[in-house]
């Protein structure tokens, strides 16, 4: 198999890696950098658990070949505290109970982010909406959405 270098930025650190020439971002990022935050789900984009952000949009790394992502800046779960302070979505999803099994919450946080990234006072309907890609099996929604909405509030009142 044929192996392309690949350079980007992962979460503020520049990283370069040979990955196989059709390899996943979701392979790249959890075999070959070690960046386990990165869950894979079904592997074939419906249930948004591989969920991370490339250069400020939300995108599904099983579907993202790694060779696509060179030169760009990717986001993960694992970027998201700052010097041991979790991130105002991390605090909320804790406080909120909205972890529940945890498999989903990465993809869940991620696609949280991104919307409160472009619309930091979302209503209920755009929390909905953005977390539409993403299956939760324990089938525990409300409190993630009450965990965004939450954050997103938090952060309008921090801004004020």
């Known amino acids: 198999m044929t192996k392309v270098p690949v350079q980007f930025t992962l979460n503020g650190e520049?990283?370069?890696?040979?990955?196989?020439?059709?390899?996943?971002?979701?392979?790249v990022l959890r075999e070959k950098i070690g960046d386990m935050s990165v869950k894979g789900g079904c592997q074939q984009g419906t249930c948004g658990s591989c969920s991370v952000i490339i250069d400020g949009a939300l995108h599904l790394s099983c579907l993202t070949l790694?060779?696509?992502?060179?030169?760009?800046?990717?986001?993960t779960t694992a970027g998201l505290e700052d010097a041991g302070v979790l991130h105002p979505l991390q605090r909320a999803f804790n406080e909120g109970f909205a972890t529940q099994c945890g498999f989903c919450t990465p993809g869940m946080l991620m696609?949280?982010?991104?919307?409160?990234?472009?619309?930091?006072?979302?209503?209920?309907?755009?929390?909905?909406?953005?977390?539409?890609g993403n299956i939760c099996r324990c089938t525990g929604y409300e409190p993630?959405?009450?965990?965004?909405?939450?954050?997103a509030h938090a952060n309008t009142l921090n801004a004020a």
Request: glycine residues 4%.
């Open 14 to 27: 520049e990283k370069a890696e040979f990955a196989e020439s059709g390899a996943t971002l979701l392979k």
């Open 111 to 132: 696609a949280a982010k991104a919307l409160l990234d472009s619309n930091p006072a979302p209503s209920r309907e755009d929390v909905i909406e953005a977390i539409a």
């Open 66 to 75: 790694a060779e696509t992502c060179d030169g760009r800046s990717v986001q």
């Open 144 to 151: 993630i959405i009450q965990a965004i909405l939450s954050a």
